[in-house]
């Protein structure tokens, strides 16, 4: 009789952490999901049940600098959707607790598995885009409709402020400026930042007429939303925005544009997927 497998989403253990309860400090949306689904597929592939993701945490410092509940960085409402494909958390705690695990590299050698990180990104999950973009549209009930007269601008401040990777006010008013210029489309972005703190940012009085900042009530609704817009603006080097491109079916032939150049992103890139125009100067 074979041995059961056994791949345990971990995604980030954090500053202080109880599995499967609680932990402080983790990763945003986009990082999460590398881990959780890296386990879900390669469970599919190998036969392993999958624990229960460890996904409810607080981000305290993101919220101090934003006064932002959606700030502190709990998604507990996106990945109790997809529980249905794990196992119950006090049967996870069980196994975690009275077994030894191992690191991905021991994948084909061991049968008790942790994910962390992002390992290799998107090229980790290609072969699986068409399998991923169905599970998350089951979970959701999302229907995929596209919409060839909309715009969606992703524009991420909080900690790419901090860590410097936050692009010029310039570049992003000047691509904004580009886009609302054509009066046909609506353009909507897309921030982990509120109305008056972007529009500090971008020294801006007002949105232009066609543009408006969009708040869904979870992060993954705002992935969902920009992968079914004809346009898709925003920085390659966020995670999220990637996400919305691996999300957007490929008969629907979204046109990206980067808000970096070719050679920024070829310095750090995440994703076997080129974006079809960049910044030049």
């Known amino acids: ?50 624990l229960y993701p460890f996904y409810n945490q607080i981000q ?35 196994l975690y607790f009275t077994k030894k695990w191992f690191k991905e590299n021991h994948i084909l050698k061991k049968d008790l598995i942790l994910f962390e990180g992002c390992k290799n990104y998107f090229f980790d999950l290609l072969p699986y885009r068409d399998f991923i973009q169905k599970f998350i ?33 310039e570049i992003i008013n000047q691509k904004l400026q580009s886009f609302s210029n054509d009066k046909s489309l609506d353009i909507e972005i897309y921030s982990d930042s509120n109305l008056d703190n972007l529009l500090k940012y971008l020294e801006l009085d007002r949105l232009p007429n066609n543009v408006k900042l969009i708040k869904n009530n979870s992060a993954l609704e705002d992935i969902l939303a920009m992968s079914k817009c004809k346009y898709i603006i925003g920085n390659p080097n966020s995670t999220f925005v990637e996400w919305a491109r691996f999300l957007s079916p490929v008969e629907n032939n979204q046109i990206s544009h980067a808000l970096i150049k070719e050679k920024q992103f070829l310095q750090n890139q995440i994703t076997p997927f080129s974006w079809d125009y960049f910044y030049e100067e």
């Open 1 to 50: 009789m074979n041995k059961v497998k056994y791949y345990l989403p971990l995604i980030h253990k954090g500053t202080l952490s109880i599995y499967p309860f609680f932990r402080i400090g983790g990763f945003g949306l986009g990082n999460m999901l590398f881990p959780f689904f890296r386990a879900i597929c390669f469970g599919i592939r190998d036969g392993a049940a999958v």
């Open 137 to 169: 549209y089951y979970s959701y009930n999302f229907k995929t409709k596209f919409n060839l007269q909309k715009a969606a601008f992703h524009i991420r401040l909080g900690d790419f402020l901090r860590t410097g990777q936050s692009l010029s006010k």
């Open 60 to 94: 305290p410092r993101n919220f101090l600098r934003e006064r932002n509940i959606n700030s502190l960085r709990n998604y507990n409402d996106i990945f109790s959707k997809f529980e249905y494909a794990t196992l119950p958390p006090y049967r996870s705690l069980e």
